[in-house]
C-alpha cells in the first residue's frame, strides 16, 4: 500500500491509477468528491450514523467493534459485486474524509489480495484544501474573454461552437446545471455548492493560461450556485464581446432553447408569478394569458423588452473593460459557427 500525497491539484492530472474509490458514506459522495471517483462506501449512511451515536453516547470502544463488523462486511459485498472482474493489474486509488480508519481498512484489504493500492494521505480534507487554495485564496493565471449579450443573444450556444472549433472554453452553466436565470432551471438539480467547485477547478487545470479562456458573462450566483472568489475577480477585469442581435431572431431562439418550460405551464405560471414586484399587475397577467395559449414568441419578446433589457442595460453602465462587438442577424446553427470561427481566429 502506497500513501499519495496531494500537493497541488494538478498531481490528479498524472496518477497512473485505473480506479478512484470514494469510501465515504453516500451523502458525503453525493455533496462532492474527487473528480472521476466511483462510491463503494464502507459504511451507509445510516450505519454511519449509528456508529456516531455509539460513539458519543455509549463508548468509543463499542462504536469501533460495531463500525468493524459494518466495514468487513461491506467491504466483503463490494470485492464480490463491482470489484469481482478485476483482474491482479488492476490499481486503484482509495481516500474518505480523512484518510483514516474507513480508507485505511479498505486499502489494507485490497492490499492483501495482491492489487497495488494508493491510499490518499489526509483524504477528501486534503483535497479539498486544494481546491479551496485554487479558488478562494491563489489569483488565477488564465486569460479570459467573456462572452456578453442580452437575454437570447445565444451565448451559450456560441460558447458551443467555440469548443467545436477548438478554443478553450469553461461552460460555467453547464457545471451550475442552470441557465442562469429566473426560467433557468433545468431538469437536472444542482450539484452542491463543493462540488460546483471541483467541477470548475478540475476544468481549469486542464487549460492552458497563455491561451484567451471564453467564458460567458454571468451575474456572481448561476441559480443557487456562487462562483467562487478568485475566477470572479478574473470575470470582472475580463475584457469582452459583446453580441447583440434583433428581437424576432432573440424570440426564435429562446422558444427554442427554452422548448422544455412549455411542457410544464404550472411551472412557469410560478415563475412568472416571481415577477409580480417588479411589474404591473396587468402585465403579468397578459404574460400569464400568452403562456396559457401557447403564444410563446410574444411571451418571449415581452419578456426580453420589458424585464430582461431594461435590467441588461442597468447592469451594463457598470462595465467599463474593453468591448469587442458583433452584431449576428439570425441566430441559426451555422451563423453562429461561422462566428465563433472568426472569434477564435482574432483571439487565438
Known amino acids: 500500500m502506497t500513501p499519495l500525497t ?3 491539484l494538478a498531481d490528479l ?3 497512473t491509477v485505473d480506479t478512484i474509490i470514494d469510501a465515504r458514506a453516500p451523502a458525503e459522495y453525493a455533496e462532492d ?3 472521476g471517483a466511483i462510491n463503494l462506501p464502507v459504511l451507509d449512511d445510516a450505519e454511519r450514523a449509528e456508529v456516531g451515536t455509539v460513539y458519543t453516547q455509549s463508548s468509543p470502544f463499542m462504536a469501533r467493534k460495531i463500525g468493524g463488523a459494518l466495514v468487513a462486511h461491506n467491504i466483503a459485498n463490494h470485492l464480490r459485486g463491482p470489484l469481482a472482474d478485476k483482474d491482479g493489474a488492476w490499481q486503484p486509488l482509495v481516500y474518505c474524509w480523512r484518510g483514516g480508519q474507513r480508507s485505511g481498512a479498505f486499502a489494507t484489504i485490497l492490499d492483501h489480495v495482491g492489487w497495488r493500492v494508493q491510499l490518499l494521505k489526509g ?4 483535497y479539498r484544501r486544494e481546491v479551496v487554495k485554487t479558488l478562494y485564496t491563489a489569483p488565477l493565471p488564465h486569460r479570459l474573454m467573456l462572452i456578453d449579450g442580452g ?3 445565444a451565448k451559450t450556444a456560441l460558447l458551443h461552437q467555440l469548443a467545436a472549433q477548438g478554443a478553450q472554453i469553461l461552460d460555467l452553466e453547464g457545471m451550475a446545471a442552470h441557465r442562469g436565470s429566473l426560467f433557468g432551471r433545468v431538469n437536472t438539480p444542482q450539484p452542491a455548492q463543493k462540488m460546483f467547485e471541483t467541477r470548475i477547478a478540475a476544468e481549469l487545470i486542464t487549460l492552458d493560461p497563455d491561451k484567451i479562456t471564453f467564458v460567458e458573462a454571468e451575474s456572481s450566483k ?3 450556485r456562487i462562483i467562487p472568489p478568485s475566477l470572479w475577480a478574473l470575470m ?3 475584457p469582452r464581446t459583446h453580441i447583440t442581435a434583433p428581437l424576432q431572431a432573440r424570440c426564435t431562439f429562446l422558444c427554442r432553447a427554452y422548448a422544455d418550460l412549455t411542457q410544464d405551464k404550472a411551472a412557469l405560471s410560478d415563475l412568472l408569478d416571481k415577477l409580480r414586484p417588479y411589474h404591473a399587475r396587468e402585465r403579468i397577467e397578459q404574460w400569464h394569458a400568452q403562456a396559457q395559449t401557447d403564444d410563446w414568441h410574444s411571451l418571449a419578446a415581452g419578456l426580453i423588452a420589458d424585464h430582461y433589457d431594461p435590467r441588461y442595460a442597468k447592469s451594463a453602465v457598470l462595465r ?5 462587438r458583433i452584431e449576428i442577424s439570425d441566430l441559426d446553427d451555422s451563423t453562429l459557427a461561422r462566428t465563433a470561427q472568426a472569434l477564435h481566429a482574432k483571439f487565438s
Request: proline share 7%; net charge negative.
Open 6 to 8: 496531494l500537493t497541488s
Open 13 to 15: 492530472q498524472g496518477l
Open 33 to 35: 468528491h474527487l473528480p
Open 123 to 126: 483524504g477528501y480534507q486534503s
Open 151 to 153: 437575454t437570447g443573444t
Open 222 to 224: 448561476i441559480g443557487d
Open 236 to 238: 470582472t477585469e475580463a
Open 320 to 324: 467599463d473593460t474593453p468591448v469587442h
